[in-house]
């Protein structure tokens, strides 16, 4: 079935950069989501990316994707403390309605 | 621009109340709104499907006359969880998107109702 996998954690200094790594199982995926939760909050869209791409830049954001090993990465360059948050990796699913199928989520903690 | 409301943000109840959560896309039509319910430190679990006008498409698990929802218009879905009792606690995320497969258009998020029965 459908599978969406991050690593848990990621403890970066403010200013460096941020690589939140995940990978996916499900090959016909149209478009892979990078979301962002803060505590008590809903969902907030970052940036996504369509299938036949494997790079997208927004600002401070990259996306890459690995279509071939079905890795997705969300590089956030010079990190803040105001980026400390979950991050959702999710994918799209084949078939109608655009159902996601999100990973567990990865804690990015920023410190001084 | 795609901006999501949900009210109310948190609830506290009695057990075997009913709640009502609404889910409004402000400026724009949401033809498909998602329900979801996440538990502390986990990951989103879709319970729910909606199109306005249609019945909601339930995933499998989830019980459909616990969870009334109805997408009565273009800007709104509602969530109903009838006798609601403590294992219902939880914080509950709708979602919305303006198109269907295959133009995927992206959903965007509410803000999230806690529920607490007590």
């Known amino acids: 079935g459908e599978d969406v996998e991050q690593s848990l954690f990621l403890s970066v200094r403010e200013g460096d950069s941020s690589v939140i790594n995940c990978t996916y199982t499900?090959?016909?995926?149209?478009?892979l989501y990078w979301y962002k939760q803060e505590p008590g909050a809903g969902l907030q869209l970052l940036t996504y990316?369509?299938?036949?791409?494997d790079m997208k830049q927004d600002q401070r954001l990259t996306v890459l994707l690995n279509k071939k090993d079905k890795h997705l990465s969300l590089r956030i360059a010079d990190t803040q403390t105001g980026d400390s948050a979950i991050y959702f990796c999710?994918?799209?699913?084949?078939?109608?309605?655009?159902?996601?199928?999100f990973g567990a989520g990865t804690r990015l903690a920023v410190h001084p | 621009g795609a901006v999501v409301s949900q009210h109310p943000s948190w609830v506290i109840c009695k057990s075997g109340t009913s709640v009502k959560i609404e889910c409004r896309s402000l400026?724009?039509?949401?033809?498909?709104m998602f329900w979801y319910r996440q538990f502390p430190k986990q990951s989103l679990m879709l319970m729910a499907t909606?199109?306005?006008?249609?019945?909601?498409?339930?995933e499998q698990g989830v019980e459909k006359d616990k969870f009334l929802i109805n997408h009565a218009s273009l800007t709104l879905s509602t969530l109903t969880v009838t006798s609601a009792h403590p294992e219902d606690s939880s914080f509950y995320i709708c979602?919305?998107?303006?198109?269907?497969?295959?133009?995927?258009?992206?959903?965007?998020f509410g803000d999230g109702t806690r529920l607490s029965i007590l």
């Open positions: 499900d090959s016909s995926s149209t478009y």
């Open positions: 909606s199109n306005e006008g249609s019945k909601a498409t339930y």
């Open positions: 999710a994918e799209s699913t084949s078939g109608g309605y655009n159902k996601l199928i």
């Open positions: 979602s919305a998107s303006s198109g269907s497969s295959p133009f995927n258009q992206p959903q965007h």
């Open positions: 400026d724009f039509q949401a033809t498909t």
């Open positions: 990316i369509f299938s036949n791409m």
